[in-house]
């Protein structure tokens, strides 16, 4: 796999890495279709479903690490626009569960260069819950479906009942960024014991990174003692 932009190409991103034969000779032989494009997709990229054309053309972050209130480290390779944000958005529709599982792939690539050390990930990875009211009306969360080729490929046990939305909350793209951040507080509760624990938070798109502070709150009341937020995707200006 060739990743453009920031990601170093030659570092354990071969699909056939940590997988068993007979899933590298199905994955290894397996054609499909791009996501974005539909064009066939053959070889290594078969297992990401994205054409190398498509690959190139995502909006790569040069600088993936970003700064946010709260969190100890944040991450997102790519930025929420072009072809990545409509990624997202079709990951939330019903039917999205393939476009979701895919670029939990493509984040779990890039995840496993940036924390090239297992003594440096997190021994916990908590996908954003939705409000049950938005479960409902959508049938999934795709932070979860995110979080699960991320869990797998990083080694990181996932912790999908750890925190709980105790209320609901307005969509915060419709509020103006000084809002979100009140609009949010006090929405989650860790029911997990994470005393000592390093945890990572997983959604689709950070923007003010509100969602995610509101969160590191309730996990570090529960005890945790570093958090860090992944996400496939920044709504930030690209620099
Ligand atoms: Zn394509």
């Known amino acids: 796999m060739d990743y453009p932009g920031p990601v170093p190409a030659d570092r354990g991103l071969h699909p056939c890495h940590h997988l068993t034969v007979i899933d590298n000779l199905w994955r290894c032989l397996f054609t499909s279709l791009c996501v974005l494009c539909d064009q066939e997709v053959r070889g290594h990229n078969a297992r990401l479903q994205l054409c190398r054309w498509c690959l190139a053309s995502l909006p790569w972050l040069s600088r993936p690490d970003l700064e946010l209130p709260g969190i100890d480290r944040a991450f997102a390779p790519l930025a929420y626009e ?14 999205g569960l393939v476009a979701a599982r895919t670029l939990g792939i493509l984040l779990a690539d890039t995840l496993a260069d940036a924390y090239p050390f297992s003594s440096e990930r997190p ?17 999934h969360n795709q932070a979860a479906l995110l979080a699960a080729p991320v869990a797998r490929r990083l080694s990181v046990p996932m912790g999908r009942r750890d925190v709980r939305r105790i209320r609901h909350t307005p ?14 507080r006090g929405a989650f509760t860790a029911t997990a014991d994470l005393v000592g624990a390093r945890v990572a938070i997983l959604d689709d798109v950070v923007t003010t990174g509100a969602t995610a502070g509101a969160m590191a709150h309730a996990l570090r009341a529960a005890g945790a003692r570093e958090v860090h937020l992944w ?3 920044a709504a930030i200006h690209r620099t």
């Open 171 to 184: 969509v915060l793209a419709d509020l103006p960024p000084g809002n979100r951040v009140d609009a949010v």
């Open 123 to 139: 021994e916990r990875l908590i996908p954003v819950p939705l409000s049950s009211r938005r479960l409902r009306r959508r049938g």
């Open 82 to 95: 072009g072809a990545a944000k409509n990624w997202v958005l079709e990951a939330k529709h019903a039917g």
């Open 231 to 233: 996400a496939a995707t």
